[in-house]
């Protein structure tokens, strides 16, 4: 890789880590960082309001509207007003449910960080689209070929498909799109290589690798850390040396349980 790639990705793997945004004069000079992902307001607490309550949100001035344009009888009026009420009933039962779907139990930023403060540890190297990842090996729950993939209708369209391995079903993630979907376009999709299948720990996730690059012993003090939850949850750091983004297989496994993608969070 020239000075001048090593330098742009570094730049970008820089900027996964950084929680603010860049800014405009920045973005225009490297073309590669990252975009700013905003975070995702939670949903404040709904309760379900009793019928009485909900008729009370209703506007007097639309329901009077419609009684002056038609004079309809009174249960045409009253099935109206129902009407209302079982919408804002249903809106209200969204709000819930997307509420229930964003509390990700996510562990904090520094589990990572402690989990390897003393001593050393290992991790696999491999990269995809030109990025260089890392699954620390006590994470790493095996590496597969890829064979033949089976497509599901309805999933996001990071999700590659179910790959079969000795009867054991493997749910395989699109890993470029997945981490960086701000450069994923037409280009990248047909110059891609998949080959391997990096298993997520004991999970059924498996990331799409182009190719395995070594195993590579490192030390805390090698990885500069994520210090607060926020953006990038699945980012335990930055390999400092290496141009490597460390990924946190815990928060990825339960980010892609909840069908999330990387700029969900």
Known sequence: MSGINDRVMRQYLDALLNED???????KAT????????LKEQAPAVNVQPIEQLLAQVPDEDVAQQVEASPQPAEVQQQHIAQQAEKLLADEQSQQQNQSKQAVPLRAPQAAREQYMEGEFQALFFDVAGLTLA???KSLGGIH????????????????????NREEKINLVDTARWV??????????????????IML???????????????????????????SHGKRPWLAGVIKDKMCALIDVENLQLLLEQGFDSQDH
Do not use: C, H
Request: net charge positive; proline share 7%.
């Open 31 to 38: 073309q590669t960082k990252a975009k700013p992902v905003a």
């Open 180 to 197: 960086m979907p701000e450069k994923y376009d037409k280009n990248l999709e047909q110059a891609l290589n998949y080959k391997y299948v």
């Open 145 to 164: 070929q890829i064979t033949e993939v089976n497509q599901l209708f309805g999933k996001p369209a990071w999700f590659k498909g179910v790959m079969l």
């Open 201 to 227: 720990g004991e999970s059924q996730w498996g990331l799409s690798a182009e190719n395995l690059i070594n195993n590579v012993t490192l030390k805390a003090e090698d990885v500069k850390w994520r210090q």
């Open 21 to 27: 945004a860049p800014s405009p004069k920045a973005v």
């Open 135 to 137: 699954v620390p090996l």
